[in-house]
């Protein structure tokens, strides 16, 4: 193993990953990632390596075919990394997981997998606007640290659309059903322990309620119009034919949020950070068109904090209370706090790989380095010097620790160690202060 510009600690945390690859792949996974917490510019693959220090190692196309070619899968890499997770920060308990997708916006018509897509971001109501580039479904577990909600993604998948799979003659799979795919994968792989999969509306229904492993319950927001039915009637002694699987039509959550009489539960919930008085319905009926005939529990929502309209969430499991339905809820934002530091700090845009392996290999890159980093800092990090960023006197105070804040540590960890180390020779030093100062020297 070359002696790698990250910090000793975190080469140590990426040694479980030895598993996945070659030994030869394994010393390119190692620089990546170590280029990939350390780059300050556009993480192209390039651009990471030089800021791993690792210019003249290999000749560069190997890092290149280490994404077109090497035999590794994301998959064996996320429930690797998903081990790390639950051991270290999820040992009991129930595992809350987080589904969402995500757009990659890239030019150029010849990037394999890539089409054009409806821009979350740009689009409103009434005006859609779409642009080039990759659709990635990602699958993350949720943590509590610093008494703030973490999500850590684990699992992706890269999303065709329905117009290029028919192009390429390769089946079409929906967004629901690729997610789907990453909570089989991590189910399967703990079937001893409980699993929460929180989802917004796109992904709360039949796909991934329908068939779900029994380990799992799917929290998420329903539908004011759903179609809800009483459970089935007790079938009579001897009655011929097919067994009812549903019950009476019952009204809808619009009927009773329309309702001038509905009688309406106060109740006290902590979301999004702070403490909110809501008003609730608790409605339990079968929601048969995505959930058949089991029974769940829907909760009609009022006053909830930025939403000028009623609201709906459900869950699988009608045992559970109204406020964990929906404290659990408002933590499916934490994934969209992901997606917005792995785009703008590591890079999940940049990679400019235009094969299709290549392609289905290089963004998870930044969501996985996202998940190690914060996992370093909670494990090796927070108690160190590094950890102690310089304050400015224009702002002296800092509420909570910022995934940036972890980022930085990271990176003054790593020079620190390279170059204040006590032992090591005028000339060591200066041998290892040059990738620094010509990488700084060369930012544009």
């Known amino acids: 193993m070359l002696d790698p510009v990250i910090v000793a600690s975190f080469v140590q945390l990426l040694q479980a990953f030895s598993g996945c690859f070659t030994s030869p792949s394994m010393d390119s996974f190692v620089t990546l990632m170590a280029g ?50 639950i051991e270290r920060l999820a040992p009991k308990g129930v595992i809350r997981l987080v589904v969402d997708d995500t757009l990659g916006r890239h030019t150029g018509k010849r990037i394999s997998g890539a089409s054009m897509h409806r821009d979350p971001l740009l689009s409103t109501g009434r005006m859609p606007f779409f642009h080039w580039g990759h659709v990635w479904v990602v699958l993350a577990i949720e943590v509590q640290l610093f008494d703030k909600s973490w999500a ?35 189910a399967q792989r703990y079937p001893e322990r409980r699993f929460e999969l929180i989802g917004d509306s796109a992904y709360t229904n039949g796909s991934l309620i329908k068939g779900r492993p029994s380990n799992v319950t799917v929290i998420g927001r329903g539908r004011l119009d759903s179609a809800l039915y009483a459970p089935p009637p007790t079938r009579p002694r001897g009655q011929m034919g097919r067994p009812r699987v549903r019950g009476k039509r019952i009204a809808s959550p619009a009927w009773w949020a329309r309702r001038k009489s509905t009688r309406w539960e106060k109740l006290d919930v902590f979301v999004y950070g702070r403490a909110v008085t809501l008003r609730v319905r608790v409605i339990d009926a079968l929601w048969y068109v995505a959930a058949g005939s089991e029974v769940v529990r829907l909760v009609l929502v009022r006053d909830f904090p930025g939403h000028e309209k009623d609201d709906v969430f459900v869950s699988t499991d009608p045992a559970l209370s109204p406020r964990h339905i929906i404290e659990s809820f408002s933590k499916r934002w934490s994934l969209e706090v992901t997606f917005h530091e792995a785009k703008g700090k590591l890079g999940f845009e940049d990679p400019q790989n235009r094969t299709e392996r290549a392609v289905e290999r290089t963004a998870p890159l930044a969501l996985i380095s996202y998940s190690l980093t914060v996992l370093w800092y909670i494990q090796h990090g927070q108690g160190t010097r590094a950890a102690q960023l310089p304050t400015l006197p224009w702002y002296t105070h800092k509420a909570g620790t910022t995934f940036g804040d972890m980022l930085a540590t990271l990176r ?14 005028p000339s060591e030093l200066r041998k290892r202060l040059r990738p620094l100062v010509d990488y700084v020297a060369s930012a544009a």
């Open 412 to 425: 003054r960890a790593s020079w620190s160690e390279r170059l204040f180390d006590p032992a090591s020779s």
């Open 152 to 186: 850590l993604p684990v699992l992706f998948r890269l999303h065709r659309s329905e117009k290029r799979c028919k192009a390429e003659k390769r089946p079409y799979f929906k967004l629901t059903e690729e997610a789907r795919q990453l909570v089989l994968l991590l």
């Open 36 to 85: 990939w917490a350390l780059d300050l510019r556009r993480h192209t693959v390039t651009e990471v390596i030089r800021a791993a220090g690792a210019v003249g190692r290999k000749h560069i196309s190997s890092y290149h075919r280490f994404f077109s070619r090497a035999r590794w899968t994301t998959d064996e890499v996320g429930l690797t990394l998903a081990a790390l997770l």
